[in-house]
């Protein structure tokens, strides 16, 4: 076989696969370029969730006529002032943006070049052009994208529905906002507006970038954040500073959705750096909850090296661990500020505690071991409702999971076997089973709905709200009767019968969360075993509630009936047991 130059429009097609991945990735390129073209006012439009139509219009300084078709050249590029790859301070640098969108869209270009007073138009159709041509454009760059990947339909197959697509392109520019606060964003898309954002005036920066951080991430957010701000020298080369905001601990989500993090004016991904700060929340943080934070990194562009992927998400430090401690170190000072007050008064109230219990104890033993947790209506250890030997007698102890004897801190169930003691996890375990009969129910199409007399209206993001409103008719069939409800709302009318202790609004947004993370599998039942999954193990299912006897037993009863029952969906165990040579162990005897 010979070996041959591929022609070069097939290595912009090539080059595409990378750099625009989908409509958002081709929206994010384009609205950087305006970013670097100094505009501050960008107006988007969105056909079709950009799958027909991307359209960026700004106010920048525009394209000199003789460098149009330079523009949708390959490598070329007007941002590499002294070919120094070591000092990029604009946003774009490859020259690959255009030239690869052009080549699997039909793309064009008016604009008005700041020196000039005529404005210019090119049309390119799958990375073909002819002349330039007059265009009416009074000030600025329009960049018109029609049909992306009409001219690769293996990637069209790809995209995701208008509306999941749709919101993706949302959540772009709301992360271009809040990096840009002096920019004004509008997004239109099939014909609504979904942002408006005008310019930012504030002169103390702290001020302009939180007054945006409020329009975009909520006042919620805004209200309470903690303020970040710190700086350390790098060697020789200036400092690394980092500024922002970083919500309280209280206000937590399911997955990684909220956290904003900017390099150098850049959207970063970077799964370790947001694993450090989650660290840096240590246990204020309920298991499996993640913070949200917005901050903003700038060190001296020689001290990290953007070219590291093709969509530029992702960077190098010539200094990871410096990077990485400014920000732990930063995150975990504030906190601990935050926290001393709260921590100490639960320590002083624990040393009091322990006190008189020790009192006590020199005066008349405590009548019950945990008078403390355990709730009234439960015995306790010391006052068992049978005595062991009728218990033997009836021998209530073979059941594997025991007789309970205990509810201890609202969750927690202490049940006797012929073995020993075991510990349930009351949540865990009705996790398990509410997802074990919601998987039967399903099978057996005998979901019980109950209908909401005060149906639940829920405010979501634009990518969770996508995501469920593509599987209304799937939710329905889980028992979830949900419909749109205008502006970035849904209303919640029926819920599974099974659910109705439960928070369902928080069931929903976590659920919303998971889903735009992670992804739906494509096989229908995969798709609802996994709805089932996360619906059930949400903590928000059942809160800790206190048992009586019966309903401690009943519940121990049920769990050897269930299938799966030994541990909870997400794989936490919902028992675990103490057999007497156990305890014996613990205390030396054997
Ligand atoms: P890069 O941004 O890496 O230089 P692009 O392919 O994205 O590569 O753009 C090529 C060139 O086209 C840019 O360097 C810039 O000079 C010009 N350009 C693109 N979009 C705009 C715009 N909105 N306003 C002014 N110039 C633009
Ligand atoms: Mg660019």
Not at 275 to 287: C, F, M, N, S, V
Request: glycine share 6%; proline share 5%.
């Amino acid at each position: 076989m010979k070996i041959r130059r591929l022609p070069e429009n097939l290595i912009n097609q090539i080059a595409a696969g990378e750099v625009v991945e989908r409509p958002a990735s081709a929206l994010k390129e384009l609205i950087e370029n305006s970013i670097d073209a100094k505009a501050t006012q960008i107006d988007i439009v969105l056909d079709n969730g950009g799958k027909n139509l991307i359209s960026v219009s700004d106010n920048g300084i525009g394209i000199d006529k003789d460098h149009i078709t330079l523009a949708i050249e390959r490598h070329a590029t007007s941002k590499l002032p002294n070919n120094d790859l070591n000092r990029i301070d604009f946003l774009g640098f490859r020259g690959e943006a255009l030239p690869s969108i052009a080549a699997v869209s039909e793309l064009t270009i008016q604009t008005k070049s700041e020196s000039s007073t005529e404005a210019w138009a090119l049309d390119v159709t799958a990375g073909n052009f002819e002349n330039i041509y007059p265009s009416p454009r009074q000030q600025g760059t329009i960049i018109s994208v029609k049909n992306l990947f009409y001219a690769t339909p293996a990637r069209l197959k790809f995209l995701k529905s208008s509306n999941v697509e749709r919101s993706f392109c949302h959540q772009i520019v709301l992360k271009l906002a809040l990096v840009n606060p002096v920019v004004g964003f509008r997004l239109q898309a099939d014909g609504r507006e979904l942002i408006n954002l005008k310019s930012e005036h504030k002169t103390d920066p702290d001020d302009l970038y939180l007054s945006r951080i409020r329009k975009v991430m909520g006042s919620n957010f805004a209200d309470e954040a903690i303020k970040i701000k710190n700086s350390r020298p790098i060697k020789n080369k200036g400092f690394a500073k980092i500024n922002g905001f970083i919500g309280l601990p209280t206000l937590n989500k399911s997955n990684y959705s909220h956290q904003f993090l900017f390099i150098n004016g850049r959207s970063i991904q970077d799964r370790n750096l947001s694993g450090a700060i989650r660290a840096a929340y240590g246990d204020t943080l309920p298991k499996g909850r993640f913070p949200i934070f917005c901050l903003y990194i700038d060190v001296p562009s020689e001290f990290i090296d953007v070219n590291v992927h093709p969509g530029k998400t992702e960077v190098r430090f010539e200094d990871n661990a410096l990077i990485r401690s400014l920000i732990v170190g930063s995150i975990s000072r504030e906190l601990n500020v935050s926290y001393s007050q709260t921590t100490n008064e639960i320590s002083k109230e624990a040393i009091q505690r322990f006190n008189t219990y020790n009192n006590l104890e020199t005066k008349a033993p405590p009548t019950t071991l945990f008078s403390n947790n355990i709730e009234p209506s439960v015995r306790s250890i010391n006052e068992p409702y049978k005595t062991i030997e009728q218990l033997e007698k009836d021998n209530s102890f073979d059941f594997p999971l025991g007789v309970a004897l205990a509810q201890f801190s609202k969750n927690y169930i202490i049940s006797r076997n012929s073995d020993g003691i075991v510990i349930v996890d009351q949540h865990a375990a009705h996790e398990r089973l509410v997802l074990e009969k919601m998987k039967a129910a399903r099978e057996n199409k005998s979901i019980e709905k109950q209908i909401l007399l005060l149906p639940e209206v829920i405010n979501l993001d634009p990518i969770p709200l996508a995501m469920i409103l593509d599987h209304i008719e799937l939710m329905s069939e889980i028992g979830f009767v949900i419909e749109p409800f205008g502006e970035g709302m849904i209303v919640v009318r029926e819920i599974p019968a099974l659910l109705g202790d439960s928070d369902i609004k928080q069931i929903i947004v976590d659920l919303g969360d998971d889903l735009s993370s992670a992804g739906l599998p494509s096989s229908y039942l995969a798709k609802v075993d996994l709805i089932l999954g996360n619906i059930a193990c949400h903590r928000s299912v059942r809160s800790g509630r206190i048992l009586n006897e019966n309903e401690m037993n009943q519940l121990l009863r049920e769990m050897e009936r269930t299938p799966n029952s030994g541990q909870c969906n997400h794989g936490r165990p919902t028992s675990i047991r103490l057999s007497l040579k156990d305890i014996e162990k613990l205390f030396n005897r054997t």
